[in-house]
């Protein structure tokens, strides 16, 4: 049974940093594509960041490039988002989700597993 479990949101002052952690279990990850997906209310799920297990791509919105950075650790099974010069609009529902994919990236329909998602928020 896979099992996606994010832990690290809170409250946090623009300007500030926070970490997010991605624990993964239940089957082997290394032919997998990790993402982060976020939604705040009443707007769509919309892609933040991903990594690929195997040769360490990584991919990322443009609006958190420069800011949010994906990494991994495979002893771990653990994908981490250290999202830092945060701003009142990164404040949302940040879900983690594995997939295997080779394309679309962006797109939340193309992966298998989600997580239930851990609140950020970031206040003016």
């Known amino acids: 049974q896979v099992q996606l479990v994010e832990s690290g949101g809170g409250l946090v002052q623009a300007g500030g940093s926070l970490r997010l952690s991605c624990a993964a279990s239940?089957?082997?990850?290394?032919?997998?594509?990790m993402g982060w997906f976020r939604q705040a209310p009443g707007k769509e799920r919309e892609f933040v960041a991903a990594?690929?297990?195997?040769?360490?791509?990584?991919y990322y919105a443009d609006s958190v490039k420069g800011r949010f950075t994906i990494s991994g650790d495979n002893a771990k099974n653990t994908v981490y988002l250290q999202m830092n010069s945060l701003k009142p609009e990164d404040t949302a529902v940040y879900y983690c989700?594995?997939?295997?994919?080779?394309?679309?990236?962006?797109?939340?329909?193309?992966?298998?597993?989600w997580g239930q998602g851990t609140q950020v928020t970031v206040s003016s």
């Open positions: 989700a594995a997939g295997r994919l080779y394309n679309g990236v962006r797109y939340y329909g193309n992966y298998d597993y």
């Open positions: 239940g089957r082997t990850f290394s032919s997998y594509m």
């Open positions: 990594l690929r297990w195997s040769g360490g791509s990584s």
